[in-house]
T-cell receptor
Framework: KQEVTQIPAALSVPEGENLVLNCSFT??????LQWFRQDPGKGLTSLLL???SQREQTSGRLNASLDKSSGRSTLYIAASQPGDSATYLC?????????WGAGTKLIIKP | GAGVSQSPSNKVTEKGKDVELRCDPI?????LYWYRQSLGQGLEFLIY????????KSGLPSDRFSAERTGGSVSTLTIQRTQQEDSAVYLC???????????FGPGTRLTVL
């Protein structure tokens, strides 16, 4: 059974710092891995999707990597801003469904 | 273009009543998913549609839950004889194909009193 773990559960950093969020999964038989952000009381916004054959994807200040063999993905956020404050969720897609981590709650202090 | 929409945005019901939740996916998206997020819990997969058929119903918590999709578009999730443990935010997502990026609606917050 696929299990997805995100570390840390919460992170608070000063504005301007670069940071890394971690995601691990137990079953490497995945189609892709997706990173989302969730703002309080709002829905989910897709940030990046990495296909199982890819090693990384970039969008603006965000870079996500995937190491399928070791069951790990990282989300790198450069030059963090207060607007980046949100809960970040990773999810692996396999067997027609997304299996979710519990999320990392990120607070960027001005 | 329009994103995924869900209605109602909030629903308060009494224990034992039936409720129906609606999802309008992005036009042209063949895949549609239902998830729920309970307070303090992670996201839980409920059901997946490819077109009008649901090859995987394994996530439905009990036989009180059912879902259908018509015309390859709108989907409804029905919960019969609601229980307090059904209280959660029910999220719908659609994607162009089965393994493509999923786009989420704003959710329906269901409260069962």
């Amino acid at each position: 059974k696929q299990e997805v773990t995100q570390i840390p559960a919460a992170l608070s950093v000063p504005e301007g710092e670069n940071l890394v969020l971690n995601c691990s999964f137990t079953d490497s038989a995945i189609y892709n891995l997706q990173w989302f952000r969730q703002d309080p009381g709002k829905g989910l916004t897709s940030l990046l999707l990495i296909q199982s054959s890819q090693r990384e994807q970039t969008s603006g200040r965000l870079n996500a990597s995937l190491d399928k063999s070791s069951g790990r993905s990282t989300l790198y956020i450069a030059a963090s801003q207060p607007g980046d404050s949100a809960t970040y969720l990773c999810a692996v897609f396999g067997n027609y469904q997304l299996i979710w981590g519990a999320g990392t709650k990120l607070i960027i202090k001005p | 273009g329009a994103g995924v929409s869900q209605s109602p945005s909030n629903k308060v019901t009494e224990k034992g009543k039936d409720v129906e939740l609606r999802c309008d996916p992005i036009s042209g998206h063949t895949a549609l998913y239902w998830y729920r997020q309970s307070l303090g819990q992670g996201l839980e997969f409920l059901i997946y549609f490819q077109g009008n058929s649901a090859p995987d119903k394994s996530g439905l918590p009990s036989d009180r839950f059912s879902a259908e999709r018509t015309g390859g578009s709108v989907s409804t999730l029905t919960i019969q004889r609601t229980q307090q443990e059904d209280s959660a935010v029910y999220l719908c997502a659609s994607s162009l194909g089965a393994a493509d990026t999923q786009y989420f609606g704003p959710g329906t917050r269901l409260t069962v009193l």
